[in-house]
């Protein structure tokens, strides 16, 4: 075996090549960074799991150059409708109306095998990145300088990667969190549920929308995806054994239960025990974990994968900030900081809707039907999906400044050279100081454009009047006064955003945009 001094070392190593890893991966090798990956399994698994993305995960799909890709991947979630007892509506999620806030459709379905061929597939033009399939990780260990990882691959060899950082992306039972000792707090949900997708040959039969089946004698979902796809998700009832439950003519015979079946073949079936657990540490020292490493969430909302896409994009800009020497390593405390509340906050929604779909006691499901049909009447009820994802509460954020912590907003503009695009295409995935005129660019001082150049930082006006792409100054024409209507709402000037598309902190004035760029500046360098 070779020793650790012959091993080339990489800047990041990661475990696990599911959809996390490999957008965590692609994210990494588009900003130039050396990375080597080591994924179990040879191929992709060929059946979709998750099967639903928010408007913020196809943004940071946007991210990695897979736009295009994606536009023609997904189809709209045109909402889902909760019903009762009495198979009457009790609770109803809408679509977003236009325009989008971030530039795509707030939520969509998609085939995830699909998409995980996309993502490797743009892994492998990067020459920077060494991807090894049918590898597992049996060992790891750090030192002041780096992390040494000991795969092996299925013919029993064994190799050594030595890395600077080293991040387990490897799922549930991740061997990165169980190699740290890392504990799991039981966030109390735990039911076994089955998963059936199937191919209809006759695609407007059901109406295109989901079906929450609040039914106490046998709760289930409903929801149509991309195409032909259509996927029923069936709650086991207490006392039945999930190993029998999943044997083919019981699958026929529940999914008889809520709907004809005429049209349909079964492409998979699978048993699953819902979870709500969280990690107790997301990193040690030179080691971190993402997505289903160390969190999971019930699928009520939606928001497994979405959970571990963030978890992606919000540690692979601080990796590289702190790799170049831009900031301080304390930076990567922030990802724990920034992620875990709000994983904790997106799975308590969850949960919630995991209850009110689930609930097995009749006069528990009649008294809750008779609630929120009336809170529903009474419009107190929120019919907007996205309204139950937070903001960004603590962190690398500015506080007490406007808009920290919320998600910036993505126009269509037309570019410098008569293109019209998403915002994004257009930027660097840098810290971004952006406004609505040209003036507020004049408010920044010496020390803060200098600090600004030595972060690589961008400067962008977004206006209604000529693209161009001068002195420094990126300045673009929107087409639909999504961003002019944000920044009269909330009163402001400028906004400082950060590479993961959160706001850092927003400004009425030049005293006030001076002071968040030496906040910033100053956050960064903290510790050195």
């Not at 033009?125 to 060494?130: E, L, M, N, R």
């Not at 709760?219 to 996927?231: K, Q």
Request: net charge negative.
């Amino acid at each position: 075996m070779a020793s650790s001094i012959a091993t080339p070392i990489y800047d990041v190593a990661i475990v696990g090549l599911g959809p996390v890893g490999a957008i965590f991966a692609n994210l990494l090798a588009k900003a130039g960074l050396r990375i080597a990956v080591v994924e179990r399994v040879a191929d992709i698994y060929d059946k979709p799991r998750a099967i639903t993305l928010d408007h913020e995960a196809l943004r940071v799909l946007q991210a990695i150059g897979l736009g295009d890709f994606m536009e023609q991947a997904i189809a709209p979630h045109n909402g889902s409708h909760y019903l009762g007892v009495d198979g009457e509506i009790i609770k109803i999620f809408d679509p977003m109306p236009p325009p989008f806030p971030l530039g795509w459709i707030p939520n969509v379905t998609f085939v995830q095998p699909d998409v995980e061929q996309a993502l490797r597939d743009k892994l492998a033009g990067y020459p920077q990145a060494d991807v090894h399939l049918a590898a597992a990780g049996v060992a790891l260990q750090q030192d002041d300088s780096a992390v040494t990882l000991t795969a092996r691959r299925e013919a029993g060899e064994e190799f050594l990667i030595r890395a600077r950082y080293l991040v387990g992306c490897d799922g549930a039972n991740s061997f990165v969190r169980k190699r740290l000792g890392i504990g799991l707090e039981d966030l109390a949900f735990d039911e076994w549920w089955m998963v059936v997708d199937t191919l209809t040959s006759e695609p407007a039969k059901r109406p295109p929308r989901s079906f929450q089946y609040c039914l106490p004698s046998r709760p289930g979902t409903f929801v149509p995806g991309p195409r032909n796809l259509r996927r029923w998700e069936i709650k086991l009832l207490p006392g039945e054994d999930p190993e029998a439950a999943g044997a083919p003519d019981n699958v026929v015979k529940l999914l008889k239960g809520f709907t004809d079946i005429s049209d349909l073949t079964i492409w998979r079936s699978a048993v699953y025990r819902f979870h709500a657990l969280l990690g107790e540490r997301w990193r040690d020292r030179r080691v971190l974990l993402m997505g289903d490493a160390v969190h999971q969430t019930p699928p009520f909302l939606g928001q497994g994968l979405c959970a571990g896409i963030r978890d992606a994009v919000n540690l692979a800009w601080k990796l590289r900030l702190v790799l170049r020497g831009d900031a301080d390593e304390a930076l990567l405390d922030a990802y724990e900081i920034e992620r875990k509340p709000h994983v904790r906050a997106v799975v308590a929604s969850a949960k919630e809707f995991g209850k009110i779909i689930g609930e097995l006691d009749p006069a528990a499901a009649a008294e809750r039907d008779v609630r929120l049909r009336a809170d529903l009447k009474a419009g107190k009820a929120e019919t907007i999906r996205q309204k139950f994802i937070p903001d960004l509460v603590s962190g690398l954020i500015a506080r007490n400044a406007d808009l920290a912590g919320r998600l910036f907003v993505q126009p269509h503009v037309r570019a410098p050279d008569g293109r019209t695009c998403r915002l994004d295409d257009l930027l660097k995935p840098e810290f971004a100081i952006v406004t609505a005129a040209a003036e507020p660019m004049a408010w920044l001082s010496d020390a803060s454009c200098a600090g600004w150049q030595r972060l690589s930082a961008e400067r962008v006006v977004i206006t209604s009047g000529d693209s161009s792409d001068a002195n420094g100054i990126l300045t673009v024409v929107e087409r639909d006064g999504l961003f002019a209507d944000w920044m009269r709402q909330h009163g402001t000037a400028a906004v400082i955003v950060r590479p993961d598309r959160y706001v850092f902190g927003a400004a009425g004035g030049a005293g006030e945009l001076n002071m968040l760029v030496e906040q910033l500046l100053q956050n960064l360098s903290a510790g050195r």
